[in-house]
């Protein structure tokens, strides 16, 4: 607060000295209690309420300004004296079009840049989510107490506790993630990413159907097959049609009664992650929950994610104390399940955007310091233009002019510069929200309340216009009355030595910025590079992947749906152009489930410390085909089926993390999952028969995880990637798939297909994003710094051209001359340079969080920056050295 | 002040709110733009800036004024706060302008372009 409240009272300086007498102390006053205010509702507010009140503040000013003038001067012969005095600026700053471009092109881009990323951030972090009193819904799920992991979903018979015990939640919901097939007469069939969702998901929410009805409490029972549509598959599977209501449809072979539509709105929830549906894109349904389902009401399986809105008066940090005794409870019922757990809540939204919200700081951060570059470099341009004046208003002093018709003047110049900067600050915006929109990546959380709000459109050329008021008038208006300078005193080489201090630190704080930006770039583009070049220990060339989803039960046990797969990959691979089809529950670039085991003949683990892996089944050949090294043992064949002994293959990470030091091959491990998901006779021991590399499977930043992985043919799953590998292009081979799969099952639906090779590079999207955004930035910032050394440099050594026409008169060699006018240019970016450098230092921790195999003081970055700058800096001072060093002294005495 | 209402007319929209809440209790700064905002269903959100200007204004214009004393229910608040109530004529221009704007709305409803009863 202490920030915002200094950054207003600065503001405020700006404004009338009127204004500020009169209600500097009462506004303040204000924005303490509007922040206070806030501040209750939570960061993200009190964030909003600040850039709200600095942003309209100076357009507030500006205006207060105006009234003051038209109070000062009498209002007839003001509107002709502002007339004179707007066309007489336009003549001054038409006499130098290059100097005038360059300052409309700095204020207009830099302001136009920062509101673009303002849009995004706007959109992503501060803006309301489409749902009612929003900012009351939390997400609570399960930690570790010991904190480390993130947290987790909890389970069914957690969130039912809580729902019935918590007072600081006044209603909590449910939702887990779940898929069904749609097959009817007539329609294509459908793969549905559907919510499971207890009875009261939408009263929670506070969302109302506009069609039909929700569910009700006993429909929670699993008695009813009763279906909620999202808007857009009301309108894209059945055209929007209200009478669907009341209808029944086939989804995984049993009949579904649709009782309501929602509305267009983003709702949580899709899989087991927060992300927000956009309910106006995408086609999803939801069923209610069944509590008579001991894995989704019981203790075991974490698959719940659990919403709830806050009571009146209650806050997060209170349901999250509440919640850890109801948690608490929970452990000393059932310790198996519940040691070393605990509650974790959080805001919903920012358990939606908090993984984004370092790097679109990261960027706003960027973009402020264009602006700030921009702006000392269009203060600094005014600055030497009115150093040019001095005598021009000296002039006009002695002949009576009062200081306000000075600043009038100077108003107006500015009034015009500002005007250009506004005109081309909308167009970059617009422009620049339209292209970054389409450069967004796919994934980015709330991605579709990015968009041009008209306050934004309306405020950005405002704001240019008041940074090109504000930075226009400061140089006149921070020369004292009583300023000496009369006509003729002092000589040109001795006038504005102050002005030429001042513009020479405003010169070295451009190239400071310019270097902090470079350095941020470097590393981010580093950071990049070596994301690409990480080893995901598999090779993703030349894969096609297709997702499947085999209906639980369509085709009988075990060994029923073991045939069908194998029969899928037999029938694809029959197809010219196919090398290798591969069946697995992930591919090999992901890893999204787990399991608990033991190994047999070790002692029985403490409840809450049984050991679990990534549990990974695929085919036999997957080894081979993707290239994965065997360590040691052997890899599956197509006779490790139902009828061989149970077998498993281990990766290096899993031996080094759970047998260290221990001879894996042989050894047995205890997991139930298989008989869990099949029943009867399914085996509970494995024996390790080899043991594999490791693949990065968790991310490209993460280390490779632990893994066990099982053959498809001993334990196939009915939810299943299917992987080709292609002679040539994947995406040529799609059609042939799905007639295979037509051929073999008409009810089943293709549900996706990607390529291995996209899907990794989709996981480096937002790095490649961020980086080039940044490297962005830091070319502006560049471009603006040198031109700024540039015009100080040549602006001082055409100031200097009397200096420098008598040494040469008295027999200076011109290479001297020209190496004293480049050194003292060196100089000064030598010293921005430093201070950059410095803050560059200091500011590296910062990207720590968003940078990958890069230290934020990595020497290559640090040392390409200092070439860069200084060969601009070379370049931008030897043009005018070179020009002074190169004219005939006689005539460089003459030129005054 | 025998000035005439009218010559203000009409008044901007957030000038016609302040008076509004400003008719309905004496208060300071923050206090109006909370009941402004309330008052307004969320729809007007003056920002602090916009408010001491308007508030300038209003005062030049003889609107509102300055307390000299704080309403007595707030006995024992800050004593530096400054609290603000609507003048006479601040009223006669505040009923103006509802007249000027229900005689409006009136004539938007005659030719069918708002909805009310039928």
């Given amino acids: 607060m202490r920030l915002l409240l200094a950054l207003v009272r600065g503001l405020l300086r700006l404004g009338p000295a009127r204004f500020r007498d009169r209600f500097g102390a009462s506004l303040l006053e204000t924005v303490e209690d509007g922040w206070r205010a806030a501040r209750r509702r939570g960061r993200l507010a009190a964030w909003g309420f600040a850039g709200r009140t600095v942003a309209d503040l100076p357009p507030q000013l500006a205006g207060a300004w105006m009234e003051r003038f038209r109070r000062t001067t009498g209002g007839g012969t003001m509107a002709g004296r502002w007339d004179m005095d707007l066309r007489h600026a336009a003549r001054a700053l038409a006499r130098r079009p290059g100097t005038t471009a360059v300052a409309v092109a700095i204020l207009g881009i830099g302001v136009g840049a920062a509101a673009t990323v303002y849009a995004v951030v706007d959109g992503v972090l501060l803006s309301p989510m489409d749902m009612p009193g929003d900012d009351r819904l939390v997400l609570a799920q399960d930690r570790q107490a010991s904190g480390g992991d993130a947290p987790f979903a909890t389970t069914g018979g957690v969130y039912l506790t809580w729902r019935r015990e918590s007072r600081t939640l006044e209603g909590v919901a449910a939702m887990m993630g779940w898929t069904m097939n749609l097959t009817e007469p007539g329609l294509e069939p459908f793969r549905l990413r559907s919510g499971l969702v207890s009875a009261n998901f939408f009263d929670v929410l506070g969302v109302e159907p506009i069609v039909g009805r929700t569910f009700r409490p006993e429909e929670e029972r699993g008695l009813h097959r009763v279906m909620v549509l999202s808007h857009a598959l009301w309108t894209g599977r059945y055209g929007a049609d209200p009478d669907v209501v009341g209808s029944v449809v086939d989804a995984d072979g049993e009949a579904w009664e649709i009782i309501g539509v929602m509305p267009p709105l983003a709702l949580p929830g899709r899989g087991n992650s927060a992300a927000l549906v956009d309910g106006s894109r995408v086609r999803t349904a939801w069923v209610p929950m069944n509590l008579e389902e001991s894995w989704q009401s019981g203790f075991r399986s974490h698959l719940v994610l659990a919403l709830g809105r806050l009571a009146p008066g209650a806050t997060v940090e209170q349901a999250r104390d509440e919640l850890a005794v109801l948690t608490d409870a929970v452990r000393r019922e059932h310790p198996e399940n519940y040691t070393g757990l605990t509650a974790h809540v959080t805001s919903l939204r920012e358990a939606i955007v908090g993984d984004v919200r370092g790097d679109l700081l990261v960027l706003l951060g960027g973009v402020l310091l264009v602006v700030l570059a921009g702006c000392i470099n269009l203060g600094n341009l005014l600055l030497v233009r009115s150093m040019d004046r001095s005598r021009e208003r000296a002039v006009r002093r002695a002949l009576g002019a009062g200081r306000g018709s000075l600043v009038r003047l100077a108003a107006a110049e500015s009034l015009l510069l500002g005007l250009g900067g506004a005109v081309v600050a909308a167009g970059v915006l617009v422009l620049g929200v339209q292209a970054l929109g389409a450069a967004l990546p796919a994934d980015l959380p709330r991605r579709a309340a990015v968009s041009l709000r008209p306050g934004v459109l309306v405020l950005t050329p405002l704001v240019a216009l008041a940074l090109g008021l504000a930075v226009g008038l400061l140089p006149t208006l921070g020369r004292s009355v009583g300023d000496p300078v009369g006509p003729g005193s002092g000589t040109r080489t001795t006038r504005g030595r102050r002005e030429q201090r001042t513009s020479r630190v405003l010169v070295a704080g451009q190239v400071a910025l310019a270097c902090t930006l470079l350095v941020g770039s470097g590393l981010l583009l580093r950071s990049v590079r070596s994301l690409a070049s990480v080893d995901l220990g598999v090779s993703t060339d030349r894969t096609l992947v297709v997702d499947v989803l085999l209906p639980q039960g369509r085709y009988g046990d075990r060994r029923g749906t073991a045939d069908f797969l194998r029969r899928l990959e037999e029938g694809v691979e029959g197809l010219p152009g196919a090398l290798e089809a591969l069946v697995a529950y992930d591919p090999p670039t992901e890893g999204t489930w787990t399991e608990q085991f033991t190994i047999v003949g070790d002692p029985e683990p403490e409840p809450g410390d049984t050991p679990g892996s990534f549990y990974r089944p695929v085919s036999p050949g997957w080894f081979e085909t993707m290239d994965i090294p065997v360590v040691a043992g052997r890899t599956f064949t197509e006779d490790d089926d139902l009828d061989g002994p149970p077998v498993v293959v281990v990766n290096q990470a899993w031996v080094r993390e759970h047998m260290p030091g221990r001879e894996p091959l042989g050894a047995r491990i205890h997991m139930e999952t298989v008989r869990n998901n099949w029943g009867g006779d399914a085996p509970v021991e494995w024996e390790i028969v080899g043991v594999v590399g490791d693949v990065r499977f968790r991310g490209l930043r993460a280390e490779p995880g632990d893994a066990v992985y099982f053959s498809g043919r001993q334990s196939p799953t009915t939810f299943t990637r299917f992987l080709v590998r292609t002679e040539g292009d994947p995406e040529a081979l799609l059609p042939g798939v799905q007639a295979v799969l037509g051929e073999l099952d008409p009810r089943l639906p293709l549900a996706g297909a990607t390529t291995l090779e996209r899907e990794v590079r989709a996981a480096t999207a937002q790095d490649r994003f961020n980086a080039l955004l940044i490297l962005a930035f830091a070319a502006a910032a560049l471009l603006v710094a040198s031109a700024g050394l540039y015009g100080v440099l040549a602006y001082a050594v055409a100031r200097r051209r009397t200096e420098v026409g008598v040494r040469m008169a008295m027999g200076a060699a011109p290479l001297r001359v020209w190496r004293m006018l480049v050194l003292e240019g060196l100089a000064l970016a030598g010293v921005g340079l430093a201070v950059g450098l410095a803050l560059a230092l200091l500011t590296g921790g910062l990207l720590g969080s968003v940078l990958y195999g890069v230290s934020p003081r990595d020497p290559v970055v640090l040392g390409t920056v200092v070439l860069v700058l200084g060969g601009s800096a070379l370049l931008a001072a030897a043009v005018p050295a070179t020009r002074a060093a190169s004219a005939h002294p006689a005539e460089a005495l003459q030129s005054d | ?118």
């Fill in chain 2, 1 to 118: 002040m025998d000035r005439d209402p009218d010559s203000l007319l009409p008044l901007k929209p957030d000038v016609l709110l302040i008076l509004t809440v400003l008719a309905e209790a004496e208060r300071h700064g923050y206090a109006i733009l909370q009941a402004a905002e309330e008052r307004s269903g969320g729809a007007i959100r003056l920002r602090p800036g916009a408010l001491y200007r308007r508030l300038g204004w209003m005062l030049d214009q003889g609107l509102i004024r300055e307390l000299d004393e704080r309403p007595a229910e707030v006995e024992g608040e800050d004593r530096r706060r400054r609290y603000y109530g609507v003048t006479a004529f601040g009223t006669r221009v505040a009923r103006a302008e509802a007249e000027r704007m229900a005689r409006a709305v009136e004539a938007a409803r005659a030719v069918g372009l708002t909805g009310g009863t039928p």
